[in-house]
T-cell receptor, first 113, second 115 residues
Framework: EPEVTQTPSHQVTQMGQEVILRCVPI?????FYWYRQILGQKVEFLVS????????KSEIFDDQFSVERPDGSNFTLKIRSTKLEDSAMYFC???????????FGSGTQLSVL | AQKVTQAQTEISVVEKEDVTLDCVYE???????LFWYKQPPSGELVFLIR??????QNEISGRYSWNFQKSTSSFNFTITASQVVDSAVYFC????????????FGDGTTLTVKP
């Protein structure tokens, strides 16, 4: 079965630094998402992206967050100035046109020190 | 606003026991989708099932079965004859019709199956 690929699997950064989390969605998918999971807590929706623009975002997705699809394959999440509370597992997901099933990547564990 | 409640934080059973994980949801949408995901210790999210609001048929897949009851807004998950490999965190999730990929997750239930 095709997979969503996320890199890196772990990222450690200093508070205030910028990080970019990378995702390669499944090739024929058109809808893309970022979710995050703070350790031991629920999975939370951050943002959905379709047709090269954000279709919906949560309250968590403030001005320090941005998403981009720089080419035909990658989908990135940028955090401009990381805070301690940004430490979490970040999951990328994608779905097919008219699809309902989310295919999740294996996640990037972000640790902000 | 949508809400998913998984009242059981942790459940511990002995192998071969049956176990039911509860999920209660709230939504104002008339069309919506319910999901169960498994998160093993390795951390990935594994899709188990999706049910839409118009399909109240119960479903069985091997040792797994799901009971969707719209009247009580519940979507419970039963594992029959549990195995150690079933140990994981299980999440129930809900999404609406306008953005089917935007899911609201419950807090999860940690299932431990002891040998």
């Amino acid at each position: 079965e095709p997979e969503v690929t996320q890199t890196p699997s772990h990222q450690v950064t200093q508070m205030g630094q910028e990080v970019i989390l990378r995702c390669v969605p499944i090739s024929n998918h058109l809808y893309f998402y970022w979710y995050r999971q703070i350790l031991g807590q629920k999975v939370e929706f951050l943002v959905s992206f379709y047709n090269n623009e954000i279709s919906e975002k949560s309250e968590i997705f403030d001005d320090q967050f941005s998403v981009e699809r720089p080419d035909g394959s990658n989908f990135t999440l940028k955090i401009r100035s990381t805070k301690l509370e940004d430490s979490a597992m970040y999951f990328c997901a994608s779905s097919a046109p008219r699809g309902w099933k989310l295919f999740f990547g294996s996640g990037t564990q972000l640790s902000v020190l | 606003a949508q809400k998913v409640t998984q009242a059981q934080t942790e459940i511990s059973v002995v192998e071969k026991e049956d176990v039911t994980l509860d999920c209660v949801y709230e939504t104002r949408d008339t069309t919506y989708y319910l999901f169960w995901y498994k998160q093993p210790p390795s951390g990935e999210l594994v899709f188990l099932i999706r049910r839409n609001s118009f399909d109240e048929q119960n479903e069985i897949s091997g040792r797994y079965s799901w009971n969707f009851q719209k009247s009580t807004s519940s979507f419970n998950f039963t594992i029959t004859a549990s195995q150690v490999v079933d140990s994981a965190v299980y999440f129930c999730a809900l999404s609406g019709n306008t953005n089917a990929g935007k899911s609201t997750f419950g807090d999860g239930t940690t299932l431990t199956v002891k040998p």
